[in-house]
Structure formats: C-alpha cells, structure tokens
C-alpha cells in the first residue's frame, strides 16, 4: 500500500471509538461531508470495507476492528509524546480525564484539584461519572478513582484517602413506624432504599462485617437509585433505610435528622485509590495530578 495520508486513518480511528459521524466530526474540528470524504479514500485506497453504517449507528466490520487494533494505540501514544513536550514549556497544559463516582468527585477531588487548577490555568480536567469499571484504557481515560477493592491488579494502584466506612440509618420518622433491626438480617422485614450499580445493572447487596465475619445482605423497598445524593434525599424524606458511605450521612446523623443503625456491623475497607496503566507516558499535567491526589 502507498503511503496514505495520516489525516484519513486518524479520522477512521476517531469515528470507530466514537461510533458517529456527528461526535467525531466534532472532536476533529472538521464537516461531516469532509470526514466522510476521508473515510472513503481510506476504503477505495484499501480496497476493503471498514465501517458498517446504518441510519442510527457507525461500527467498525472485522476488517476496520483489525486495523482500529492495529494503529490506534499508536494515535495515543503520539499524543501523549505531544503533551510530554509540555515540559519544555513553563507551564505544563493539557486535559486529564478522569473517570470517578460523584462521591469521589465531591469529597475528594475537586477539593485537592481545585486548587490545582488556580496555580496551572493551562491544565484542564474532564470528569466522567460513572459507578461502573470503566475501561480506562479502551475509553482513553488518564486514570480513574475507585474503591481499592475494586481496582485491577495491572494497574498502578495510588491510595488517595484514609480508609472509608458504610453507614446504615433511616429518619426519626421510619423509626417511629418501623423497629430498629439489631443485626443485618432484620433489614430483609423493612423498607430499603437500593442502590442500582452501572456496572452490571444489578442491585448492591449491602456488604456487613463483625468479628471477622462477612455477610451480605439483599434488601427489598420502594426506591432503586444510583446515585448517592438521592438516597440521602430519600432517607432524609422517611422513606426507608439507606446504606452509603459515613461522610455523606454524617451532618444529619450529627444533628438528629437521622438515625445510625448496625454500627458494630459496619466496619472501615480501604478508601479511594486512583489507578492508571504502568505502560503509559504520564504528561506533566497529569503528573501535577498525581502528586495533588497523594496522602
């Protein structure tokens, strides 16, 4: 094959991640007709079909998965020598992605990279929400924030917080109709408010511990949430028990407005670690991160 132009086959990696037209036009700063164009001088040079399109949706055939394996890996890593070059410069840039729960963002994120953000202007950072294991690599994240448990073991692990405890409790009010359960089990006969993961989709099976033993619990109620706020929203508003992490739940706690339960049950588990791939060149910009986030 002649040597094709690199425009063509970085608009043909950027369509198949994205799977659209419309959002990789919009990413490549180009027209819609212009990439389409490129795409099909990549196909006619090739002799081959790369993209199945349809009304609704983009996707690479065997042919485009192949190549997609083959050289877009290679797009990453010419971009991260790029942002590495940002160290010739006085102030480091770039964007740092970072995939994390808005519990993580909240608590601990913004408040150790906000200040970040003041002392390097040039430095961007891009949060994506998200309960379930993103794929960091796959989806080109810098790093994401999970709980050490949850981290795979061929990532570089960085703890980022003390150890972490879950909270059972419910308002005065659901007290007033309802009996305060005394072990674990006793939450199957109330109303819970559920937690749905994104991971698999399926409900959060509340995880207790005492004396070395572990039990986990399936809960039943009117509310499946997946998103912390609103279950606090929801326990404040009497309308179950709810089970989260301690910090959100402490001001009400302390002030009366809810009522911890199982507390011998609800042991500390190791906190937030931010983790990322060994094998990728860090950025100065995301360095700067790295050493803001460390205990």
């Known amino acids: 094959m002649p040597r094709g132009n690199l425009n063509e086959l970085l608009a043909f990696v950027t369509v198949a991640r994205e799977g659209s037209f419309t959002r990789a036009a919009g990413i490549l700063g180009v027209s819609q007709s212009a990439l389409s164009q490129s795409i ?25 998965e192949r190549l997609l394996n083959a050289i877009g890996h290679r797009f990453d890593e010419i971009e991260a020598e790029l942002d ?75 703890p980022i917080s003390p150890p972490l405890r879950m909270v059972a409790a419910a308002s005065p009010e659901y007290f007033a109709r309802h009996p305060v359960p005394q072990t674990p089990n006793d939450l199957t006969a109330h109303r819970c408010i559920n937690f749905r993961t994104s991971g698999d989709g399926g409900l959060y099976a509340w995880e207790f511990e005492r004396d070395g033993r572990r039990l986990n619990v399936r809960v039943e109620g009117p509310l499946i949430i997946n998103t912390s706020a609103h279950i606090v929203d929801a326990a404040l508003a009497g309308l179950g028990i709810a089970f989260i992490l301690e910090d959100e739940f402490s001001p009400h706690i302390e002030e009366g407005r809810l009522i911890r339960v199982l507390d011998d049950w609800c042991q500390p588990f190791p906190g937030y670690h931010l983790y990322y791939p060994s094998r990728r060149q860090p950025s100065p910009a995301f360095k700067l991160v790295v050493e803001a986030l460390r205990l």
């Open 40 to 64: 099909g001088n990549l196909e006619t040079r090739l002799e081959i079909r790369l993209l199945a399109r349809s009304t609704r949706s983009v996707s690479p055939t065997v042919a485009g």
């Open 84 to 158: 590495a070059l940002t160290e010739m410069r006085d102030k480091p840039a770039g964007t740092v992605r970072i995939t994390c729960t808005d519990h993580a963002l909240k608590a601990l994120l913004l408040p150790k990279l906000g200040p970040l953000l003041q002392e390097y202007p040039d430095i961007k950072l891009e949060f994506d929400i998200n309960y379930g294991l993103r794929n960091i690599v796959a989806d080109r994240f810098d790093a994401g924030v999970r709980l050490g448990d949850y981290v795979d073991k061929d990532m570089i692990a960085l």
